[in-house]
Nanobody
Framework: QVQVVESGGGLVQAGGSLRLSCVASGSGFSINAMGWYRQVPGRQREWVATITSGGSTSYADSVKGRFTISRDNAKNTMYLQMNSLKPEDTFVYYC?????????????WGQGTQVTVSA
């Protein structure tokens, strides 16, 4: 079993910054791609950014140039540095981790962390 926990959300003024963290814990697994998604209640969860096991990154157009995804493989941890935040970045942010357990791949989600950007 793999546990995924996000942290780092909060309330920030427009133009400010926050850094989200996501830690995967457990045993017997290796992490493949990791990603961030965001959602408001009643709406579809949207993709924010992905980082592969090799460190390649990709971003949604809405956050490109403002957000930076990174990972520390030794710590099974992923980060999302969010700069120049806008009120429209207000969402619950979720971490997604794809892991290999034996010959199969599984996807795990964290519980989410709230980010609120005030005007």
């Amino acid at each position: 079993q793999v546990q995924v926990v996000e942290s780092g959300g909060g309330l920030v003024q427009a133009g400010g910054s926050l850094r989200l963290s996501c830690v995967a814990s457990g045993s017997g697994f290796s992490i493949n791609a990791m990603g961030w998604y965001r959602q408001v209640p009643g709406r579809q969860r949207e993709w924010v950014a992905t980082i592969t096991s090799g460190g390649s990154t990709s971003y949604a157009d809405s956050v490109k140039g403002r957000f930076t995804i990174s990972r520390d493989n030794a710590k099974n941890t992923m980060y999302l540095q969010m700069n120049s935040l806008k009120p429209e970045d207000t969402f619950v942010y979720y971490c997604n981790v794809r892991v290999s357990l034996g010959v199969r791949e599984y996807s795990y989600w964290g519980q989410g962390t709230q980010v609120t950007v005030s005007a």
